[in-house]
């Protein structure tokens, strides 16, 4: 691997960190607001389009309806995915427990690595595999006493939200050029649109609008795009691999923020998930998508 290639490399795997890190304050920032479900889609697909579209107006100083007119299928394709994706994995947190959505998350890598293969044919290297299986045995001793006091209407859509995630990651690697920023604009629309009849929009707390706006005009967007530039980066599969990160930090910040002090599997397991994905990632991607 050429230094170039090592500083690529070296970019994807701080982007697809830092993303899944920022993701973290998502279940935060739906338990704060303490809010149904749709209420929290709305106004964060509300949020995130006004304060992306913002951006790019101010960044690129024109109307991004240029760079709508030009995206093409692609761009549309990755902002449903991430609109399903973000709507129903806020709608996974408020109707089962945080644990089973948390075990189902952690199987991202494994539907990033397959849908990569599937329609990619990019082969996954055997280290990257160790990794993943060894993520799921955190998840499972994070999880271990607390699993099971979930909904299947809940648990389904975590899957679906995985589903949704793991292609979104196979459709940006596969179109490098589509514009990050204004494809999570379009899905924060998309989110909007999907929440505007279910949800009670109006008559919140301060401090469920405070969550909202802080989810929805920065820590969302942020992690969002972060997560999206990394498929430029790395392979879908390790991208796919620091979503466990997203478990460690996330009973994190209920400890500090909710006095719930983690238990030891929760200790031990985030031990076992972190060096999984340190070592996953630490050696060179030997990963090669397969001539067409």
């Not at 859509?157 to 995985?162: D, E, G, P, R």
């Not at 050029?177 to 999570?184: A, G, I, N």
């Not at 929805?216 to 392979?235: D, T």
Request: charge should be positive; hydrophobic fraction near 60%.
């Amino acid at each position: 691997m050429s230094e170039g290639e090592a500083g690529d490399r070296r970019v994807g795997v701080l982007l697809a960190f830092s993303g899944m890190l920022a993701v973290s304050t998502d279940s935060f920032f739906i338990r704060l607001a303490d809010v149904d479900g749709y209420d929290v889609t709305f106004w964060v697909g509300v949020f995130t389009a006004v304060s992306l579209f913002s951006l790019i107006t101010i960044r690129q100083r024109r109307s991004p309806v240029a760079g709508i007119r030009t995206g093409g299928p692609p761009l549309w394709v990755a902002a449903a995915l991430q609109a399903g994706s973000t709507s129903v994995f806020v709608l996974a947190v408020t109707k089962t427990s945080v644990a089973n959505v948390v075990v189902i998350i952690a199987a991202a890598p494994l539907t990033a690595a397959g849908f990569a293969w599937l329609l990619l044919r990019e082969r996954t290297s055997r280290r990257v595999w160790i990794a993943i299986a060894v993520s799921m045995v955190g998840i499972i001793v994070v999880v271990s006493g607390s699993a099971g006091g979930g909904t299947l209407t809940g648990d389904l859509l975590a899957v679906a939200a995985i589903i949704q995630f793991g292609l979104s990651l196979v459709v940006l690697r596969r179109h490098p050029d589509v514009d990050r920023m204004l494809m999570v604009a379009i899905a924060g629309v998309g989110m909007a649109v999907i929440a505007a009849a279910p949800g009670t929009l109006w008559g919140h707390s301060a401090k469920t609008w405070v969550a909202l706006t802080l989810m929805g005009f920065i820590f969302g967007p942020l992690a969002r795009v972060l997560i999206a530039e990394a498929p430029k980066h790395l392979p879908a599969a390790e991208v796919g691999l620091f979503a466990p990160v997203e478990t460690v930090a996330a009973t994190l910040w209920a400890w500090l923020f909710f006095a719930e002090a983690p238990p030891a599997t929760t200790v031990i397991g985030g031990f076992v998930i972190v060096a999984a994905v340190l070592w996953g990632t630490a050696a060179p991607s030997r990963s090669a998508r397969a001539s067409s």
